[in-house]
């Protein structure tokens, strides 16, 4: 059965949050987890105790679930309005990582993809095809 990690909600977010994902174990990540191997905070999740609300950024973190279900948690927190998310799955290399290393690697791409997001837009607010450097 897989899995639904939480860091950085409050305990009212938490609790909206298994409510819309009725059915799926979802577990909170306390701080005391930051220097867990990812496969440790996993699996032990059941015996973790504690609040998820201990980081600056939220993260959603996925284990064990197939891509429909995927859809349906991303889909049913995203309802919920909770601000910036970062959804991520589990690898074979990041189940490898310390939680805190994970996180921060997951921080850094989400940075990237924003940017990239941002530089769409930007582009396609061009005219031409050609850049509009200024006048020199």
């Known amino acids: 059965m897989g899995k639904v990690l939480l860091i950085g909600f409050g305990p009212a977010e ?8 009725g059915g799926l174990d979802v577990f909170e990540v306390p701080e005391y987890c930051r220097d867990w191997v990812v496969s440790e905070v996993v699996e032990r999740a059941e015996e973790l105790s504690g609040s998820s ?3 600056l950024r939220k993260f959603v973190i996925m284990h064990g679930l197939d891509n429909e279900t995927l859809k349906g948690v991303i889909k049913a927190v995203k309802m919920l309005n909770p601000g ?3 959804f991520a799955t589990t690898t074979e290399t990041a189940l490898t990582w310390k939680l805190e290393d994970y ?3 997951l921080m850094a791409e ?4 924003q940017a990239m997001r941002w530089a769409r837009k ?4 061009r ?3 050609f850049l ?5």
């Open 14 to 21: 938490v609790e909206a949050i298994r409510d819309s994902l």
């Open 53 to 55: 609300q201990w980081h």
């Open 84 to 86: 910036r998310v970062i």
């Open 103 to 105: 996180l921060e690697e």
């Open 110 to 113: 989400d940075e990237y993809f």
């Open 122 to 125: 930007e582009a396609s607010q």
């Open 127 to 129: 005219k031409g095809p």
């Open 132 to 136: 509009d450097i200024g006048k020199g």
